[in-house]
T-cell receptor, first 114, second 111 residues
């Protein structure tokens, strides 16, 4: 089975722009979660989607949003980019939304905001 | 607010030695305790996980020890190898499918 894929792998944007990141989960997985990883704050949960519905949301401003499509693929969007948004954005998929379902991570998208 | 506290921040071990990483938590509602391994340029990969009704779980050279009363759990890597050099994260979940991660431990295994 193919793993979680994320595109693009690298992005460079300037302050004020917006960006859309894409995630394709493992085949058959219906839950997709997004995380932000930075050297200062570590790994932080952004949001989780299951059956096209956002189930959980972390403590991030409204500039961060996401969606999930009927084929379980997911996108996240960051509007009005700030320098502090520079990070590795990780997508993780799991079979379902249970707390004991294992989350499998993709390689991430490295976003640099100049 | 850090949901789980991880130590040490970095660890250097000789090849063949035992690596031990510890995590502590406060919320007794946590019901799933995984450990992830991350290599540079890669996403975290699940190593081993435990539920609170089990005190120990072993998979190959990796063992989780879980102390429910002390609200602590630890990862032991036996016979550590240079290929184990990576960053290790403990994590917790409570009823929902979102992980709260520790701050990470950078392990270096010296040949």
């Amino acid at each position: 089975k193919a793993g979680v894929t994320q595109t693009p792998r690298y992005l460079i944007k300037t302050r004020g722009q917006q960006v859309t990141l894409s995630c394709s989960p493992i085949s058959g997985h219906r839950s997709v979660s997004w995380y932000q990883q930075t050297p200062g704050q570590g790994l932080q949960f952004l949001f989780e989607y299951f059956s096209e519905t956002q189930r959980n949301k972390g403590n991030f401003p409204g500039r961060f949003s996401g969606r999930q499509f009927s084929n379980s693929r997911s996108e996240m969007n960051v509007s009005t980019l700030e320098l502090g948004d520079s990070a590795l954005y990780l997508c993780a998929s799991s079979p379902g939304p249970s707390s004991t379902d294992t989350q499998y991570f993709g390689p991430g998208t490295r976003l640099t905001v100049l | 607010q850090q949901q789980v506290k991880q130590s040490p921040q970095s660890l250097i071990v000789q090849k063949g030695g035992i690596s031990i990483i510890n995590c502590a938590y406060e919320n007794t509602a946590f019901d799933y305790f995984p450990w992830y391994q991350q290599f540079p340029g890669k996403g975290p990969a699940l190593l081993i996980a435990i539920r609170p009704d089990v005190s120990e779980k072993k998979e190959g050279r990796f063992t989780i020890s879980f102390n429910k009363s002390a609200k602590q759990f630890s990862l032991h890597i036996m016979d550590s190898q240079p290929g184990d050099s990576a960053t290790y994260f403990c994590a917790v979940k409570t009823g929902a499918n979102n992980l709260f991660f520790g701050t990470g431990t950078r392990l270096t295994v010296i040949p």
